[in-house]
């Protein structure tokens, strides 16, 4: 028997995160956030508590009480059970959920089909021992990620145990805190698209399908009695959508059942990554000022249209010092992108000395380790500030994101600069902004006259209403079961459709038709 639950996804856009059950093992697909349920409690100045991360976020329903699945140190850190307060008051951290090393019935791996955060940012609550299954490309995404981040949200690669220790200094040497016992590697299993590997005895196939991030993959799973296929997140109108169309393609007539992404599945026109780069260099060749575009620092095709667009207009582009490390860890796969200019930030002291970046080393060079007598400072030596904008604005094209609006205190007058929006996504994985303190930033620099707000050119990461339907025409499934999306009712009424409940488990033998 088969049987899928899901967690997340449901009658939503983003927190993809479903449960596999077969032959006798539990497999996870993708385990995200749901940014709408996580901002009905939390925004930028009220986040969760990083010591008490897995317990709020059970407690509030953020991620699924799942057994078999968490890591034990992030609810009872190894030997609170000597301190008074925990044996007294165990509810304080405790929750109903038995963690992947106490439990009879664990997660036996998980399958991610991207790096963005609405299908990854649960996976630091993990057990580290449970395999992970990627594209190469994704698990340098969440190395890069994990590199430039602190807390254990950020822990997708390397994980820190914590444990009882005591303070060794201060004002109250020995006391107890909860500090860093040991730092654990993450299990992962990288392939490079297409590829087939085995879970003991699920056959998988791996799919690269084109998405705004790099390393996006498509699943089939084989089991004994079902073919499973889940799509991830797909378009059919960026520079790689033929991957999308082979893809679908290859399992046409194949699938019993098909769980696919309908983000935009209300909508009837098809956006193009050309289109982005004509209006982008339309508009920058009517502006006299500076030119500034937003958009994730994670999608690579943004940043290499950006840099076509900034060929055309004869401007440099620069780009932000956390575009600049991601695909300075990308390595080989960016070689067309070189000599790149890289803005360099104040921070710390706000006075460009080396010492101010060592809580961010990505920001001042490519190297994190510091630990030799000459550390990378090649964006603090070679990169380009403030002042230099400041000077010759027109030169530019700035890649500044919305949640670094504070640098526009330095870039000097910007009257006749203007601001363009290329978010790919239609939420912000980093911070969001509201529109009335966007409309405070641009007015009082008569930044996007006269109503004061980005100029939207955004080509989305997500298919259309059309491609979504004849993706589900030419596959012709048993089942259909769409995800990530508000609007199942716009799926086709024709075909046997699952339209799935919150942490419902279904049979799939009594679906399947």
């Known amino acids: 028997m088969t049987a899928l639950t899901f967690f997340g996804g449901v009658s939503e856009v983003g927190g993809n995160t479903i449960l596999l059950e077969t032959d006798g093992l539990r497999v996870l697909m993708d385990f995200g956030v749901s940014f709408e349920r996580k901002g009905r409690f939390f925004e930028e100045f009220v986040q969760v508590r990083n010591r008490t991360h897995l317990r709020d976020s059970i407690v509030l329903g953020l991620v699924p009480p799942l057994d078999g699945l968490y890591r034990s140190d992030l609810e009872s850190p190894h030997g609170l059970e000597s301190l008074q307060v925990y044996r007294e ?27 963005h955060l609405d299908h990854s940012a649960h996976i630091p609550l993990m057990d580290p021992r449970i395999p992970i299954y990627c594209s190469g490309d994704t698990r340098i995404l969440l190395e890069t990620m994990d590199d430039m981040d602190s807390g254990v949200e950020s822990e997708f690669v390397r994980t820190t145990t914590w444990g009882l220790k005591s303070t060794k200094g201060g004002k109250f ?30 056959e998988v196939s791996a799919f690269p399908v ?34 999308t169309s082979e893809f679908f393609s290859q399992i046409a007539g194949e699938v019993d059942v098909f ?78 992108i070189v000599g790149l200019n890289v803005y360099t930030p104040r921070k710390g002291s706000m006075i460009y000395a080396p010492n101010d970046y060592s809580a961010e080393k990505y920001l001042a060079g490519y190297a994190l380790d510091w630990s030799g007598d000459k ?62 303190r966007i409309l405070n930033w641009f007015s009082f620099w008569n930044i996007n006259p006269p109503d004061h707000m980005p100029i939207d050119i955004r ?55």
């Open 259 to 336: 769980i696919t992404e309908g983000t935009r599945i209300h909508e009837e026109s098809t956006d193009s990554e050309q289109a982005v780069r004509d209006e982008a260099t339309a508009l920058i060749e009517n502006s006299n000022g500076l030119v500034m575009v937003g958009y994730s620092w994670k999608d690579l095709m943004r940043t290499k249209s950006m840099l076509e667009v900034s060929r055309r207009t004869g401007r440099e582009l620069v780009i932000s010092p956390r575009t600049a490390y991601f695909l300075y860890k990308m390595g080989s796969h960016v070689e067309a």
């Open 89 to 115: 008051h165990p509810e304080l951290w405790q929750t109903s959920v038995v963690p992947w090393e106490e439990s009879e019935d664990r997660v036996d791996a998980m399958l991610l089909t991207h790096a």
């Open 375 to 436: 550390p990378d400072m090649t964006h603090l030596n070679d990169g380009v500030r403030a002042y230099d904008i400041a000077r010759n604005p027109n030169r530019y094209l700035l890649h500044l994101d919305l949640f670094s609006f504070n640098e526009l205190l330095d870039l000097g007058r910007l009257e006749g600069s203007i601001y363009l929006k290329a978010q790919s996504e239609p939420f912000s994985e980093e911070m969001s902004i509201g529109e009335d």
């Open 173 to 202: 040497p020995g006391s107890p805190k909860i500090g860093e016992v040991e730092t654990t590697d993450r299990l992962y299993h990288t392939f490079r698209p297409p590829a087939k590997f085995k879970i003991e005895d699920i």
């Open 459 to 513: 080509a989305s990461g997500h298919a259309a209403g059309p491609d979504i339907h004849a993706a589900i025409e030419m596959v012709q499934p048993r089942l259909l079961v769409p995800v990530h999306t508000d609007h199942p009712e716009m799926f086709p009424d024709n075909i046997n459709m699952l339209n799935p409940e919150v942490g419902v488990r279904y049979d799939l033998s009594s679906l399947v038709q």
């Open 210 to 243: 084109d998405h705004s991030v790099p390393g996006a993959v498509a699943f089939v799973l084989y089991t004994s009695d079902l073919t499973i296929a889940y799509t991830g997140d797909f378009r059919l109108h960026g520079d790689h959508s033929h991957w």
